[in-house]
């Protein structure tokens, strides 16, 4: 056993508590904010000499001077002098220590005097309760961290039920930008995860939104790993490694000739999918992307209308000049033309009581979806999407949304969502648990302003997300700012370094001015835990994660500028079939249109047939080359006979 | 030296519990009050004092002390006694006395107890046990045993065989001087442990003159802050008390009646300007030796270099070293 590091004190002034307790140490001993403390009392109780686990949650320094004036006439008032003394003051190092566990628990009693040491490994698990979860039979513990104080090193383990349900679920992190903490600390905790995760307990896998920059877009590529973090990652007993199954999912650009990721260089395509969507996928979520007050009642009851009727069914009417099969937005936007050249002919200005006003409205801002979301929204229908039903375990899906605008984002957010959800409830999606990775949930989720369709999703999957094994991490900067209930029903919350006018927000009043001065100043690299096990919040450090950082990823690996529609049509096809060449592209593509071009390139990406070039040219319409016509043979002409009265 | 005056602690009550069982009429006193010690009644007196450095007292400005001095003291020894009024049996006073000394050490600037002779405490119980004619020999070994204290008569005649009046003021008295010899002992063998050992240099709070060994010691070095008897008289006296900041006197010879003889020097701390006489005035003791002029300056040195830290809120601060402050406090937290 160490030595005894500390002694406990109490005054009337300061006593101790149940829940705090006071020490002193030596001036050199290695206790800081965040030491983990073990006391041991001076008299058995029930035979069994007590034991209280503490973290010290503040520090105070002072020597026996009484005035600081003191210190100046000893010294002559300056300062250079006090070097000389032949003796220092006598100074103490007190601490304060918030209580984690006592044992035995019952009867709770204030803090005995007593001495203090430094928690060993095994007293950071009994301090922590992860005794509980790390027993034979449990088994539940997922590794986010290292505890480090004083040449402790200890793992700090979260419990997978906690984490990620049904006991408690979600998980979420703060902190300022720029230190790449949060991501990294996501990173690393679903390697954590995918590595410890029970596999009694389930398949599991991961849906990360990749909102800004190319953080998220290399993690199947290597990344460097210094020594220090190795010997992390061996403590933690997870692998030095990128993960194994990354599958990415990103919308054209607006022109539509290469994917609008950071990950579109063509050396990583092969694990890339473009995500486009149909008529049909999107008016499911029209009301995330039309406004209240430009849909209101009559509006909406068209677009019902339209979505029951009209929509992939046979749709006829007195009106209409013909029959329509509307399947995309060019078949909507024809269906519209047709309704109204048809209330025109008739003069009328109502049809099936909508009136002609309201049906040019919403044409309108249906139309106008395909523009917003142009490379996400096809007016052809054409639909590839993530693999609902059939999603692996341990596989991370990464969408990339970081250069959509805004109402594209909410868009695949609110329906990949919904659709996580749908087949969750249903049990066909593949895997058991499923964890969505949001960023800026200041932006998603704030505390104030409008109640956006994407901000009750969030609210949704927070509240009720743990019975169905839906989980969400969520990261922000400014915690405060974000709803509370999103918030506040994660049971985990993790901290990196914060942003000193966000600690002074009334939702870190619980922590002391110490451990709040601690957060401002946290190294990349260091988290302050709180997880529901754990009564105080816990610091520790976690590796750099072993994936390649999205800054050295955009440099290795250059984000494709717009090309020419053939090179975009080669560089798409190619991955499917390597014989498939320039020439080759041009050759088949000379006659037709843009449209039909990338209409032909997305169908075959989505059948991924066996004979590329085959499927892909049976795309296009037949044209029969123009053919020279045949000079009809010239017959000869007449000469007129010289004497011909009527010859000219 | 400490006076410190904190009420009875649960030891004391428990002796105080006992005496009672046998005394029927003692009466506790409530708190405990504590009792400063005893004014002297000897007068201040001015003696005469061989001079040995030169033929007359004269103001020496040391050399080479400033603020970056480095002081040679290793350790310091002070002692510190309780003495409390617990209980009075028909006037007759019940006193328990605590006294301790300690020898605390500077390591790296910083002060730690002395590690071969542990801190050392004692407690009494002074009775003047002639005036208490119902407590019986059986009854005080009885109560030194459970109490474990020793138990020391107040009342035993003095060495012309008389007996002590029965005032209790001076029953008092004598209990107040019983416990400061009791001190001054327990000092006393640190301080000859210390010397024993021949380790560095000792800053001890008084004089050094009790004992022979500690007397004849290089690494004793004693410094008396009271001056109720001053070595110099005449225009001697007159060159002491004008004395400036960094100045000492001349070296002189103190040999007491029944104490050994030592070698001595007044020396000026800090100066005087605006305050009495004494201000900052400490008399150096140390052992009989040769070149006694270095021996001076250098010892001066030290004990002008131990100015710093303040001993303040000490009220003696003027001439108390930080040392001898972390003594007393050390004491006070022990005792």
Known sequence: MSEALGRVVATERKPNTPHEFHFWTAIDSPVGIGTIVRVDGAQPMDGQIPHIYGIVVEGFSYTDLQSPMHDVLGHDGLPTMAGYASTERAEIRLYTAAVLRQIPEEPLQPVPMGQVFLAEEADVQVALRMDSYLREGANTGIPVGVYRAGGTDAVIYLDADFLLGPEAAHLNITGVSGLATKTSAVEFLLASLFKHFPRDKGSIAAVCFNVKGPDLCYLDKPGEVEKTDEVLYEKLGVEAKPFEGVEYFAPYTAKGLVLNTFRNNEALLDNVTPLTWGLREVLQFAEVLLNKDDVDAKADALIDFIKENVVDKEFRDPVLTKTHRVQSFADLDAWFRDVLQGMEKKDGESWRTHHVATIRKVRNRLSNISTRCAGLVTDSGAVSDLPFGSFTDRTVYVVDVANLEEDAQDLIFARIVSKLREHLERRDLGVKHLVVFVDELNKYAPGDGADTYVRKMLLDIAERGRYLGLVLFSAQQFRSQVHRRVVGNSGTALFGRMDADELSTPGYAVLSPATRTKLATLEKGQLMIRHPHFTQPIFVRFPRPAVMQGREGAERYPQASEISLEAAILRALRPLDPTITLPWVQEITALYSDEEVIRARNATLLARPDNVKAYFTAQFRKIIPAQAAPRPMAGSIKSAPENDPYGF | ?335
């Open chain 2, 1 to 335: 030296m400490l006076v410190s005056n904190s009420g009875p602690d649960a030891a004391s009550r428990a002796a105080v519990r006992l005496l009672m069982q046998r005394l029927p009429s003692l009466s506790p006193v409530e708190g405990g009050a504590s009792v400063e010690p005893i004014a002297p009644t000897d007068p201040p007196i001015l003696r005469s004092a061989q001079i040995v450095e030169g033929s007359a007292v004269r103001a020496v400005k040391v050399p080479g002390a400033s603020g970056a001095t480095t002081s040679g003291f290793g350790a310091f020894l002070d002692g510190a006694q309780k003495v409390q009024v617990v209980a009075h049996d028909r006037g007759m006073p019940i006193v328990i006395g605590t006294v301790s000394a300690a020898v605390r050490v500077r390591v790296d600037r910083r002060m730690i107890t002395w590690g071969h002779q542990p801190p050392r405490v004692e407690r009494a119980i002074y009775l003047p046990l002639r005036y208490l004619p119902t407590l019986t020999a059986a009854d005080v070994s009885t109560v030194a045993a459970q109490s474990k204290w020793r138990i020391v008569d107040t009342s035993t005649a003095d060495k012309n065989g008389e007996y002590p009046s029965q005032h209790p003021a001076f029953l008092l008295d004598r209990a107040i001087r019983a416990v400061d010899q009791q001190r001054e002992e327990l000092e006393d063998r640190l301080a000859e442990a210390w010397c024993a050992r021949g380790e560095a240099p000792l800053f001890i709070d008084g004089g050094i003159s009790r004992t022979t060994s500690v007397a004849s010691s290089t690494c004793a070095i004693g410094v008396i802050k009271s001056h109720r008897t001053l070595y110099v008289q005449g225009e001697a006296l007159g060159i002491v008390m004008s004395l400036g900041k960094g100045e000492r006197s001349s070296v002189f010879r103190v040999a007491p009646r029944s104490r050994s003889s030592v070698l001595s020097w007044y020396l000026r701390l800090r100066a005087p300007d605006g305050h009495d006489a004494m201000w900052g005035l400490v008399r150096v003791e140390v052992a009989e030796c040769d070149r006694l002029s270095e021996r001076a300056e250098e010892i001066s040195r030290w004990v002008l270099a131990e100015t710093t830290p303040l001993s303040l809120p000490d009220g003696r601060w003027d001439k108390m070293a930080y040392g001898v402050r972390d003594c007393e406090e050390f004491l006070r937290a022990i005792s």
